[in-house]
């Protein structure tokens, strides 16, 4: 009897000694399959830790970069070598140097959505999740952002007493969500609680009892009273948040689908597994130099 996608992808996992890493915002067959699923600082933190040779990574080109930095004698695939971050893609490493030169006395922090060249270029990076605390923490008064505004202006909503020189970059499943959408489900659900993840525009975010990055919205949905949440992030967290609370009930965003997250199937991962491709390479310098940003942000975890 020929064996499934899914039967063959755990065969291959053992030969190989792999490990699948997803995104919450990954289809629900591939938040199946992995051994974690997770946001960006929890992969990241997962990905250092693994006693793993090959790292599958279903998400985007800047999360299974950020895995290589971290562990670069491994093997790390990422099963559509097309999936992108467009937000990440919006600084490039020679404006961020210009920026940097006009700006002598500020300090760089680095979205994780961020490729490379770029981070190769930070003080230290951030995640939604603690980009708060990293900015409080550091010396200087001016920080240069990159590259999400909307994320960038809701730290400096926290932390009023920094100077932030931000990028003008944005995440459009995020930044085009609708206060009309928003403002609807919240009349047709009075009793949900409305979560929304700081790329959102400041708007929506005043709308919000909360605004979490996507493992926050996990933990805070885990011990809420509340039975029903509008859920303003990237619509593949609801799938995780109902399977890991039955009984509570989600209402996702019409609008808030991310293209290049949808791009991992189950047969790009069995693919990927088979011919071990295509790989994540980037030079030794550059990810010496990234490595550094990188591994100050794990540090303040
Ligand atoms: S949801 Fe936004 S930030 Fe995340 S990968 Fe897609 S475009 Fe990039």
Redesign the pocket.
């Known amino acids: 009897m020929e064996k499934s996608v899914v039967q063959q992808i755990e065969k291959l996992k053992k030969t190989h000694n792999a490990v699948i890493l997803a995104h919450n915002?990954q289809r629900p067959e591939v938040q199946d399959i992995a051994d974690f699923v997770g946001d960006s600082l929890d992969l990241s933190l997962k990905a250092t830790k693994t006693e793993a040779n090959v790292i599958v990574f279903c998400?985007?080109d800047f999360m299974a970069e950020a895995a290589k930095i971290l562990n670069p004698e491994k093997t790390v695939l990422l099963p559509d070598k097309t999936a992108n971050?467009?937000?990440?893609e919006m600084v490039d490493a020679e404006s961020l140097g210009w920026l940097k030169k006009e700006h002598p006395d500020g300090e760089v922090v680095a979205y994780i959505?961020t490729t490379a060249d770029v981070k190769a270029l930070a003080d230290i990076c951030c995640t939604s999740a603690n980009g708060v605390k990293i900015v409080k923490s550091r010396a200087s008064k001016k920080i240069i952002f990159v590259p999400?505004r909307n994320l960038g202006l809701y730290i400096q909503s926290q932390v009023p007493k920094k100077e932030m020189i931000l990028w003008p970059g944005v995440?459009?499943?995020?930044h085009d969500i609708k206060k009309e959408e928003i403002l609807l489900l919240k009349q047709q659900h009075p009793e949900a609680e409305l979560l929304v993840h700081p790329?959102c525009q400041p708007d929506i975010i005043k709308l919000a009892d909360h605004a979490f990055s996507t493992n926050g919205m996990v933990d805070h949905v885990k011990t809420s009273p509340k039975k029903e949440f509008i859920i303003g992030t990237?619509q593949g967290l609801c799938y995780r948040l109902e399977k890991e609370n039955p009984g509570k009930k989600f209402y996702p965003i019409s609008t808030a689908i991310?293209p290049?997250?949808k791009k991992t199937t189950l047969e790009k991962v069995l693919k990927s597994l088979q011919t071990l491709e295509p790989k994540i390479h980037l030079s030794d310098e550059i990810m010496r130099r990234a490595r550094i940003p990188l591994q100050r942000m794990m540090d303040m975890k």
């Open positions: 915002y998400g985007v971050c467009p937000m990440a959505n999400d995440c459009r499943t995020h790329e990237e991310c290049n997250m």
